[in-house]
T-cell receptor, first 114, second 110 residues
Framework: NAGVTQTPKFQVLKTGQSMTLQCAQD?????MYWYRQDPGMGLRLIYY???????DKGEVPNGYNVSRLNKREFSLRLESAAPSQTSVYFC?????????????FGPGTRLTVT | EDQVTQSPEALRLQEGESSSLNCSYT??????LFWYRQDPGKGPEFLFT???AGEEKEKERLKATLTKKESFLHITAPKPEDSATYLC???????????FGTGTRLKVLA
């Protein structure tokens, strides 16, 4: 049982390049989330998926797109990277979103945009 | 607007010196309050969920409490391995989303 896995662990992009961050969970959770973490800002929600087939914007969605590929996988895409997107990105999952369930986080992807 | 504020931002303790971390929240109907521990370079690790005022939960040297406006994470006789950033988050009624505070960086000196 690996929990929540993320790839890659580190990435350096040039301004304007695109990339997809991958996330997978093996806990049979319905809900999945993408956050970014910046110094002094805390964890901010980018997008979330309450269940397979649905996605919704969070607090900071501009410049990102998501795909809920199936129940296990939730990817985050940067179409045209900008230096402001330099951050640590975390994926999380939780049990059915209609109840109060804790979120379980992946190890993170550290992204630098030059 | 729903909001979570944690204090202090940073805390240095001597080994064995007990203290408390604070999480103040404003939310339109609390569904749950969560505490996480985050080590450098790693993702947050779940510690506790609290649902209603008056509730308490314990795990080893940590005890979390909840009132209608704030939560405390009490650390009793801390050890150096308790050094980490502690995050608080709330989930409001009618939403799937969690709102996180900016965390308290705890350093326990041997």
């Amino acid at each position: 049982n690996a929990g929540v896995t993320q790839t890659p662990k580190f990435q350096v992009l040039k301004t304007g390049q695109s990339m997809t961050l991958q996330c997978a969970q093996d806990m049979n959770h319905n809900s999945m989330y993408w956050y970014r973490q910046d110094p002094g800002m805390g964890l901010r929600l980018i997008y979330y998926s309450a269940s397979e087939g649905t996605t919704d914007k969070g607090e900071v969605p501009n410049g990102y797109n998501v795909s809920r590929l199936n129940k296990r996988e939730f990817s985050l895409r940067l179409e045209s990277a900008a230096p402001s997107q330099t951050s640590v990105y975390f994926c999380a999952s939780s049990k059915p979103g209609t109840s109060v369930y804790e979120q379980y986080f992946g190890p993170g992807t550290r992204l630098t945009v030059t | 607007e729903d909001q979570v504020t944690q204090s202090p931002e940073a805390l240095r303790l001597q080994e064995g010196e007990s203290s408390s971390l604070n999480c103040s929240y404003t939310v339109s109907g609390l569904r749950g309050l969560f505490w996480y521990r985050q080590d450098p370079g790693k993702g947050p690790e779940f510690l506790f969920t609290l649902y209603s005022a008056g509730e308490e939960k314990e795990k080893e040297r940590l005890k979390a409490t909840l009132t209608k406006k704030e939560s405390f994470l009490h650390i009793t006789a801390p050890k150096p391995e308790d050094s980490a950033t502690y995050l608080c988050a709330v989930q409001a009624e009618g939403t799937y989303k969690y709102i996180f505070g900016t965390g308290t960086r705890l350093k326990v000196l041997a």
